[in-house]
């Protein structure tokens, strides 16, 4: 999350410092937009993906642990 809002941050100051300096290009805003919606779901993605490989360590724990406690009761 941290890498999108330095890419958000980035861009408005882009926008806003560019257009006062040298006029920023539409275009370049453009890509700036593109770059900034990708990282962001990029960012997203990658926390599903560590979200769902958290459950699966969860889930397999309680399963070895499951086992462990029918062995030593039986």
């Known amino acids: 999350m941290q890498f999108s809002f330095l890419a ?6 882009c926008n806003v410092y560019n257009y006062v ?3 920023c290009t539409s ?4 890509i700036w937009k593109h770059l900034v919606m990708y990282a962001i779901f990029i ?4 926390s599903k993906v560590r979200q769902r490989k ?4 969860e889930k397999q724990s309680a399963v ?3 086992k ?3 062995k030593a009761s039986g």
């Open 68 to 70: 462990f406690l029918t």
């Open 8 to 13: 958000i941050g980035f861009y408005y100051k």
């Open 54 to 57: 958290d459950d699966n360590n």
């Open 21 to 23: 300096r040298i006029g």
């Open 64 to 66: 070895k642990r499951r």
């Open 27 to 30: 275009s370049m805003l453009k």
């Open 43 to 46: 960012e997203q993605t990658l």
